[in-house]
């Protein structure tokens, strides 16, 4: 069987969540009929350079390529001026989905719920609190980190709950901190994160500020999982990788097989609760 050849762009090889999604993607490639190029900007933080670094291979000899941007814009540059002859899927997906209208050959795959990850973290953490929720987000920017927090902003309105304003931070541990550092004077009786390392370091602040309250984050990664164990972290909300990966793939073989892009997301939201 020939494999078909797709390159995946990535950022951030920092999180725990992204390093265990590459070794699904290097374990599940050939199980589906692909290999693969694995493409990393030099500055993992950098949308423009992200953005330089997928212009450079979108004239390269795919079959497809596999997205996730660094922002719901950084790409659209490059996306827009291609005349690249595969699909580019964008899995989140991540991209402004009003700006990439009419993009030919860009399939937007729905890997998961981000508004119902918000949600579901803030169910759990609020439990018998009476608020008010604070917010800790990922840059402003990124479309997984707005929907996340609006999700949790929902689930606190409609218990009733006051929500503090948001601290958008970078999605680090230590960008966790600085925002903790800035809420725990306001006296928030829980804290939803948008992602789990930012979880972390909002824990760490709290611990170091004798602040005994409910912090909830996203993504699974393993050590907010120990953290849930030992009692520190209250809830973490996220996918499997593996099933992640093995459904994207599927995916991508369908449509290129026969032109259908599958509707709904690609794999469920799991929560885990100390």
Request: glycine fraction near 10%.
């Amino acid at each position: 069987m020939k494999l078909r050849k797709i390159a995946i762009l990535f950022c951030d090889q920092d999180n725990p969540f992204w390093l265990e999604t590459i070794r699904m993607y290097r374990e599940s490639l050939p199980v589906h009929g692909f290999y693969g190029d694995f493409l990393f900007p030099e500055d993992p933080r950098d949308g423009l350079c992200q953005a330089e670094l997928m212009g450079r291979y979108l004239s390269a000899d795919y079959d497809g390529m596999i997205i996730n941007p660094l922002t719901a814009e950084n790409l659209l540059p490059p996306l827009e001026s291609s005349s690249r002859k595969f699909p580019v899927f964008d899995v989140g997906p991540k991209c402004d989905q009003e700006m990439v209208a009419g993009i030919s050959g860009y399939i937007p795959l729905q890997a998961a719920d981000f508004e119902e990850q918000g949600r579901m973290c803030t169910e759990a953490i609020l439990g018998n609190c009476d608020g008010p929720l604070g917010c800790i987000g990922g840059p402003i920017d990124t479309r997984q980190g707005r929907m996340r927090i609006e999700g949790a902003v929902k689930a606190a309105r409609q218990r009733g709950l006051t929500v503090l304003d948001v601290e958008w931070s970078d999605f680090t541990r230590e960008g966790g901190r600085r925002a903790m550092e800035k809420l725990i004077p306001l006296k928030p009786g829980a804290i939803f994160c948008a992602n789990d390392l930012m979880a972390l370091g909002a824990i760490e602040t709290a611990a170091e500020k004798g602040v005994e309250i409910p912090i909830g984050g996203v993504d699974l990664i393993p050590e907010a999982l120990s953290a849930i164990e030992e009692g520190s972290l209250t809830a973490s909300v996220g996918l499997d990788p593996a099933e992640l990966v093995d459904e994207i793939l599927k995916s991508i073989g369908l449509f290129m097989r026969d032109k259908l892009v599958p509707t709904g997301t690609l794999a469920n939201n799991i929560l885990k609760t100390r």
